[in-house]
T-cell receptor
Framework: EAGVAQSPRYKIIEKRQSVAFWCNPI?????LYWYQQILGQGPKLLIQ????????DSQLPKDRFSAERLKGVDSTLKIQPAKLEDSAVYLC???????????FGDGTRLSIL | AQKITQTQPGMFVQEKEAVTLDCTYD???????LFWYKQPSSGEMIFLIY??????QNATEGRYSLNFQKARKSANLVISASQLGDSAMYFC????????????FGAGTRLTVKP
């Protein structure tokens, strides 16, 4: 089965610019997650979707971050405007249901200049 | 408070030997799951093994086994017969039923396998 697809693989922008990441989960996976992984740390959950509804976005900095999963399949994560501290790897994961193991994509490495 | 603690920032092991990576957790939820993930330098997170809080037996997956000591709240990963390709970051994670099943990760342990 095809894994979780993410793009782009790398992104470099200047602070105050906008950026968007895309994720295509494993086919049939109802639950989708976005994580932020800062260098030297474990991933931190930003938002969790169940189909096209948000289950948990308590750790999403909503003043600048937004995410959507309109049709319950693909998802996009946007940062607007970006700050230096947003430099991180953004990982997307999916699972069949929320109590199943999560399968991760390769991530998008974001660098803010 | 930290939910997941991995006290070993780095570990070394000789090829073909076994190694134990430590993980302790903090929860009052009776229903939770414990996970180990491997993250090579390429960045992807690879699911290794899962242990449910109600599981009676320790989980095993090939060369990976989980030493689950519920009373001590520890879930150490044991890798037997280490291979050079095992060199990577290893993350312990917990998901609590009462916490929206959110996955909380530890800070990770960098394992280096020496030839």
């Amino acid at each position: 089965e095809a894994g979780v697809a993410q793009s782009p693989r790398y992104k470099i922008i200047e602070k105050r610019q906008s950026v968007a990441f895309w994720c295509n989960p494993i086919s049939g996976h109802a639950t989708l997650y976005w994580y932020q992984q800062i260098l030297g740390q474990g991933p931190k959950l930003l938002i969790q979707f169940q189909n096209n509804g948000v289950v948990d976005d308590s750790q999403l900095p909503k003043d600048r971050f937004s995410a959507e999963r309109l049709k319950g399949v693909d998802s996009t994560l946007k940062i607007q405007p970006a700050k230096l501290e947003d430099s991180a790897v953004y990982l997307c994961a999916s699972s069949l249901q929320e109590n199943q193991p999560q399968h991760f994509g390769d991530g998008t490495r974001l660098s803010i200049l | 408070a930290q939910k997941i603690t991995q006290t070993q920032p780095g570990m070394f092991v000789q090829e073909k030997e076994a190694v134990t990576l430590d993980c302790t957790y903090d929860t009052s939820d009776p229903s939770y799951g414990l996970f180990w993930y491997k993250q090579p330098s390429s960045g992807e997170m690879i699911f290794l093994i899962y242990q449910g809080s109600y599981d009676q037996q320790n989980a095993t997956e090939g060369r990976y086994s989980l030493n689950f000591q519920k009373a001590r709240k520890s879930a150490n990963l044991v890798i037997s017969a280490s291979q050079l390709g095992d060199s990577a970051m290893y993350f312990c994670a917990m998901r609590e039923h009462e916490d929206n099943n959110d996955m909380r990760f530890g800070a990770g342990t960098r394992l280096t396998v020496k030839p």
